[in-house]
């Protein structure tokens, strides 16, 4: 099986713009997570998505949303960005019972400037 | 709600030695999971390990197994016989609460292996 896709690797944007960043889940997965993380605030959740519905929400501001696909792939996208974005988005999928483990892909590092 | 303490920033082992990573948990929960993550240069956080509350055995998996005392309530990962590729950070997880899907993560440890 292929694992957690997330496109794309490396986005370089400025201040005020916005950004959609995308992830594909393992085959079958039906949950998926995206978590930020940074030097200073380490990983943080911000939301998870199942069978289209949100399910879970971090406390981040309104500025990120996501989405998911009726094949399960998700977006997540971050309006009005700030220098504090800055940071690697991982994006994670599972089975979905509470002991199977998150699988993350790779990462998209987004760079605010 | 779950509060995750990795109290070793850093560690520097020699190679084939073995090494101990510590984690405690804090949950009011009766049933919770345990995870751990290895996270190389690349970025991708790779899973290696679950332990259950309710699971009799402590895990394993291959050359990783977890040290799970649960009146400490720690959850430690041991990697036996250490090598150079697993040099990383490792980051301990758990379920944030009951129903949620979403993972609390320690502030990981730099695992540094020496040849």
């Known amino acids: 099986k292929a694992g957690v896709t997330q496109t794309p690797r490396y986005l370089i944007k400025t201040r005020g713009q916005q950004v959609t960043l995308s992830c594909s889940p393992i085959s079958g997965h039906r949950s998926v997570s995206w978590y930020q993380q940074t030097p200073g605030q380490g990983l943080q959740f911000l939301f998870e998505?199942?069978?289209?519905?949100?399910?879970n929400k971090g406390n981040f501001p309104g500025r990120f949303s996501g989405r998911q696909f009726s094949n399960s792939r998700s977006e997540m996208n971050v309006s009005t960005l700030e220098l504090g974005d800055s940071a690697l988005y991982l994006c994670a999928s599972s089975e979905g019972p509470k002991n199977s483990p998150l699988h993350f892909g790779n990462g998209t590092r987004l760079t605010v400037t | 709600a779950q509060k995750i303490t990795q109290t070793q920033p850093g560690m520097f082992v020699q190679e084939k030695e073995a090494v101990t990573l510590d984690c405690t948990y804090d949950?009011?929960?009766?049933?919770?999971?345990l995870f751990w993550y290895k996270q190389p240069s690349s970025g991708e956080m790779i899973f290696l390990i679950y332990?259950?509350?309710?699971?009799?055995q402590n895990a394993t998996e291959g050359r990783y197994s977890l040290n799970f005392q649960k009146a400490r309530k720690s959850a430690n990962l041991v990697i036996s016989a250490s090598q150079l590729g697993d040099s990383a950070m490792y980051f301990c997880a758990g379920w944030r609460g009951q129903g949620a899907q979403k993972l609390v993560f320690g502030q990981g440890t730099r695992l540094t292996i020496n040849p």
């Open positions: 949950t009011s929960d009766q049933s919770y999971g």
């Open positions: 998505y199942f069978s289209e519905t949100q399910r």
């Open positions: 332990q259950g509350s309710y699971d009799e």
